[in-house]
């Protein structure tokens, strides 16, 4: 693989994948925009080409041209995302695919993870496409922190996967967003843990009025070593 990957974005016409999309672009990595509509998906990119200064431009293509790349995001919603990676899953297999989805709900309280049988939504991906180098990263992120490039992210992205090949370039990938911090925090299993956060996080937001992300501070004030 090259030091910068060619990136595809399966269902990337929403929050979460157009957000994602104009991140790399702006840090130079060439992305491929996938949707089920090719026109729509084409549509998406050139208005984000037009309406933002960006390195590299976006490409609009159907979600089966964008797994022909490097590494391959599924930024469908929670409740398609299975479905999504299992209609997909030979044109995944041996790609490094990202999988950024939370499955919630919200009770009268709060909002709730809701953990699917396998025990996240990552290993849910891995099981419907079992020969694709699943890797979750990105579930903590605000899509709309994401879609302003005007806004300083400050946040670190944990990145768990049970390929450390995959892991490292997920990593590396991570890297060319400005503000973003990518830590290894173990094997696909520890996906529930990251999954889980975002209940926790939308949570705080509405008990502290704010928007908040994740940060890990070291307890005896050091530098981390990234």
Sequence with gaps: MTSTPL??????TGPAGTGLAL??????????LGSRDPARAATTA???NTL????????????EAACDADIVVLATSADAIVETAAALREQLAGRITV??????????????????????????????APEANVVAAYQNLPAAALADLDRELRADVLIC???????????????TIAGL?????????????????TAILLNVNRTLH????????????RAPSR
């Design 52 to 63: 933002h200064s960006l390195l590299t431009p976006i490409t609009g293509v159907s979600n």
């Design 7 to 12: 990136v595809g974005i399966v269902g990337g």
């Design 161 to 175: 996967g049970d390929d450390a090949e995959a892991v490292s370039s997920v990593l590396a990938l991570t890297s």
């Design 210 to 221: 704010g928007e908040f992300s994740v940060r890990l501070v070291d307890l005896h004030g």
């Design 99 to 128: 999988c950024m989805a939370n499955l919630l709900k919200r009770s009268k309280r709060s909002f709730e993870a809701v953990l699917p049988p396998e025990g996240s939504v990552a290993r849910a991906v891995q099981a419907a």
């Design 23 to 32: 991140r790399f672009a702006a840090g130079g990595v060439t992305v491929l």
């Design 46 to 48: 050139n208005d984000l």
């Design 181 to 197: 911090d990518p830590i290894d925090a173990g094997a696909l299993a520890n996906a529930a843990g990251v999954e889980a956060l």
